[in-house]
């Protein structure tokens, strides 16, 4: 009977020392930006610089990333052309673009692989917060909800501020998030969402002064988007689209977007203080930032499209955004649980600055860009918004602004080739407004 019991106990120990050597010290979840989306895709080009793997690095931890094979014509959206290096290896960063606070609790990966769930995921099956909650590791980010707000944007050509989640369905499953943050033993820290309104894709008749030398009539306090500004410069649209309502966002849709915002990062921070769980305020923080920008090497850097702190679709945090954003991370696990996490040092955000694609040092609006990671990338130059390769700190050009057709007759011509049809193919302004889609389409709705 002894024998047995003390058999019994064994197998019990062992079974805990494997749990506790399989578990990882650190698992993040989120979205396209926790995946490290960059100009619309998330490769291996891209996904080293994100901001959970900066922290996994301060952190001294291993930290898989589920490493994702791209091409030239690839994007975000499709798993057509991308695959996973290998797909064996369980990885510890879960986020998956286009999750939002329902589908990282509901969406489950599996087999085959079908869409971006399936690819970041595999080869475990379950949704990001199944998972999670299965390897129960000591130290979790969880950040979430910048995409129940987003497509109020992304819906560059049916702008009317309707896309975004609901109240009622955001705080039941915000509160379903935080319960399950709290169903093992795990220093969890969340994240607010910035102002969408005010990221790169999003123009103000200012941005469309500097970009095409006019506003085109765009009236003060309304908005319009990265898509329509390019369809105008290339001439593939005329700048009356500016007074269709569905390409325009007015003063009062820009205000439910943002009054949305208010109450989705209330909801995440109300939450979060009653379980104990860390904020990252990073709604906040990049408010600061929009007040003071971040300054290297006498660059000013803004959220402003092409302004250095976002990557080429305007959405999404360039090199230097990612190391900022972990900086927010750390701060909050070190004040909230006593933690020492080295933030990154202004030196190593010196480096990153550096080799940054995605900063335009020399003014004249187009940056460096990251050649062929993509579909955007690969027109990024045709487009006139990349390529710019000797663009260096203190080497100032003039932007070159305005319509330029013959641009725009070249991008289509390109644009057409990679889709595998003869340049001579006809086409239109619709199907101009198809190509821009395709290229800035983050996820299928």
Known sequence: MFRRFSWVLLVSAAAQLLHAQVAPPFVSMGDSITEAVQSADASLRTQPYSYVNLIAQQMGVSFPLPLIASGPTSAIFSVRGRSRINPALPASNLGVSGANVNSILNQQAGQPVDDETDLVLEPRTGSQMQIAQSLRSPFTICWIGNGDVLSAVLAWNNLNATQMTSVAQFTADYAQIISDLTSWPTKAVVGTIPDVSEIGFV?????????????????????????????????????????????????????????????????????????????????????????????????????????????????????????????????????????????????????????????????????????????????????????????????????VKGIDKAAGQAFMQQYLALKGLPATTPWGPEDAIKAMQELFQFWPH
């Open 203 to 399: 123009f103000t008749p200012q941005d469309l002064v500097t970009f095409l030398g006019s506003d085109y009539g765009l009236p003060p306090g309304s908005l319009t988007t990265l898509p329509t500004m390019l369809l105008i410069k290339l001439g593939l649209l005329d700048p009356s689209i500016l007074q269709n309502p569905s390409y325009v966002l007015d003063p009062s849709e820009v205000a439910t977007i943002q009054q949305r915002i208010d109450t989705f990062n209330q909801i995440i921070k109300t939450d979060a203080a009653a379980a104990g769980i860390a904020v990252a305020d990073i709604g906040g923080a990049f408010q600061q930032i929009q007040q003071n920008p971040p300054v290297f090497n006498g660059v000013a850097l803004t959220r402003r499209f092409n302004g250095g702190l976002l990557s080429l679709d305007g959405v999404h945090p360039s090199n230097i955004g990612h190391g900022l954003i972990a900086n927010y991370f750390i701060q909050a696990a070190n004040q909230a649980f006593g933690m020492t996490i080295p933030q990154l040092s202004q030196a190593q955000l010196n480096q990153i600055a550096n080799a940054d694609p995605f900063i335009d040092w020399n003014g004249n609006l187009v940056v460096r860009g990251r050649p062929l990671a993509g579909l955007l990338e690969t027109l990024g130059p045709v487009l006139g918004i990349s390529g710019d390769l000797n663009d260096k700190p203190g080497a100032a050009r003039a932007a």
